[in-house]
C-alpha cells in the first residue's frame, strides 16, 4: 500500500507526488476469483462467462482470435505496448498470443500452467524486427534453472525488463513523449 492512501509504515514519496497530480483509484473489483479470467476480463472488457470462462474448470482456456483487446486498442491510438509476465491466455502456435493481441513486445509465461514457477527453465519472448536488429519469436532459455536450479529468478528478471521497457521509452528527441502501455503482471 501507499503513504497516499493511508500506510503508516513505509513511505512512497515518489509515487504520493505522482498520486497527487493525477488520478487515485480508492475501489477496485475483479471479473473472477482466478487470474487467467480476471486478467481476460481487464483486458477484453468482457465478463468471463461471456468468454466462455466459469470459474476454475477453464483452465484449458483460449482467447478466441477475433477477440478485441485494451492493447490492441492503444496500439491502434498510437501507444508502445508490453506485456512482462503472466500472460496465462494460451499456448505455443494459437492465436491467442500476446503479439497477435495488440502487444509490441512480450516476455513471460504463454499459459497458466507454466506461470506458477518462479524458476522455468523459459519463458516466452517476442521482440519485433527493427531496423538493424534481428527480431525473436521463441524461448528464452534459462540453463541455470535446469533439472530443479534456482539460478534465474523470474520476477527479478521482470522488473528488470520493466525498468528497461521505461528507459527505452523515456522522452526524447525521437519519441516525443509516445504513450506506453506496460501490462506488469507478476507470478
Known sequence: QLSCYGE???????????AASGVRFRNAYVAESSCSQSRQALLTGRWPHENGLVGLAQLGFR????????????????????????????????????????????????????AHDYYPEFLWRYDPPQPGKDGFDGKLQFPENANGGKGRYIPDLCTTAALNFLRYGKPDQFNHQRPFFLFLSYT
Open 8 to 18: 503508516k509504515h513505509i513511505t512512497t514519496p515518489k509515487l504520493d507526488a505522482l
Open 63 to 114: 482467447m478466441h482470435p477475433g477477440q478485441p483487446t485494451l492493447p490492441a486498442l492503444l496500439k491502434a491510438a498510437g501507444y508502445r505496448t508490453c506485456l512482462i509476465g503472466k500472460w496465462g491466455l494460451t499456448e505455443e502456435g494459437l492465436p491467442g498470443v500476446p503479439q497477435k493481441k495488440g502487444f509490441d513486445e512480450f516476455v513471460g509465461y504463454l499459459s497458466n500452467q507454466e
